[in-house]
């Protein structure tokens, strides 16, 4: 359970523009600009409404509700991520690859566009079906990343894109790619970077009755990954952890690479963090400044 409040969301922010400015980074006139900003907001307090306490839904109950949109152009996170993910992909030998977490399928498809032979995994049966239409000659299965239904030593190619980040034990699921993958094989791994530190922003979507709900997301340090996939045996080739555009948000609120307008703040309901953008523009640029917005690992499986 968690209580989202807009003003928790928009204050958030104008705290680390102020410590972004209290380190050196912007000057006087920033920082009293943002102490007024914050009077405004608390002043505009009855505007947001009283907020919400929404209930954590499952993965499967989650993406349900995204699979028709998950595809759709103007999500940045996708597209920082999928351009270098792509490029690891496209240097690697042809062989048997797994897509595990596969989504809708936009790696699996890749893969086979190479000449590997695809298998995909994922727990959201509704995404599943996107990505048999995308990859007809795939072999999809609905299962769990942790107890994947492979054989020993089956793949040459591992993929995990976007999915760790909703795993609670890392090391495990490590553990279960590297059971699949032959000796010398490659593993490339993808998650979600939070604003600051492990804090990363809840995934909203509709619950099974329709009430609002959230998505558990983790924000994870480059260390945890390497922690947990070193000890195993897989050597580190390359990593990766693209930054969000700057500026994050243009003077109207509105991201760069968005397809459409702004949205409204319904009072009452669990805020949507980019109808909340335009009350406090320069804030927004200066807390997303220079943040990675994923990261992305490519590991190789030693021969041993």
């Known amino acids: 359970m968690a209580y989202h409040h807009p003003l928790a969301y928009l204050l958030g922010l104008e705290g680390i523009a102020l410590l972004r400015a209290f380190a050196g980074e912007y000057g006087r006139e920033f920082t009293e600009a943002r102490f007024a900003e914050v009077r405004a907001l608390l002043d505009a307090a009855d505007r947001f409404g009283p907020g919400a306490t929404v209930q954590s839904v499952s993965i499967q109950e989650g993406y349900r509700n995204w699979a028709d949109s998950y595809d759709q152009p103007g999500n ?45 995994v994922d727990t959201s049966a509704d995404m599943l079906v996107k990505a048999r239409a995308k990859v007809p000659a795939g072999e999809f299965y609905q299962a769990d990343l942790h107890r994947l239904p492979l054989p020993d030593r089956h793949v040459d190619v591992l993929v995990c ?41 809840p ?60 949205p409204d703040h319904v009072p009452g309901g669990p805020p949507n963090i980019w109808a909340l953008h335009p009350w406090c523009v320069d804030a927004v640029n200066a807390a997303y400044r220079d943040t990675p917005a994923a990261i992305v690992c490519h590991f190789e499986l030693g021969d041993g």
């Open 76 to 120: 940045q996170l996708i597209e920082l991520e999928q351009s270098i993910v792509w490029d690891i992909l496209d240097g690697l030998p042809v062989g048997t690859a797994a897509d595990v977490g596969c989504g809708t399928g936009r790696h699996a498809a890749r893969l086979a566009s190479l000449g590997h032979r695809v298998i995909g």
């Open 203 to 262: 995934l909203l979507k509709a619950g099974p009755n329709g009430d609002p709900g959230f998505v558990p997301n983790r924000s994870r340090l480059a260390s945890d990954y390497l922690s947990a996939a070193l000890p195993l045996g897989l050597r580190l080739r390359r990593c990766e952890e693209p930054r969000r555009p700057a500026p994050f948000v243009g003077a109207d609120g509105r991201p760069p690479h968005a397809t459409g307008p702004v």
């Open 161 to 201: 894109a976007l999915a760790l980040a909703h795993v609670p034990d890392l090391a495990t699921a490590m553990k279960e790619f590297v059971r699949v993958l032959r000796p010398g094989g490659h593993l490339v791994i993808s998650d979600p970077r939070g604003l600051i530190g492990d804090i990363d922003m």
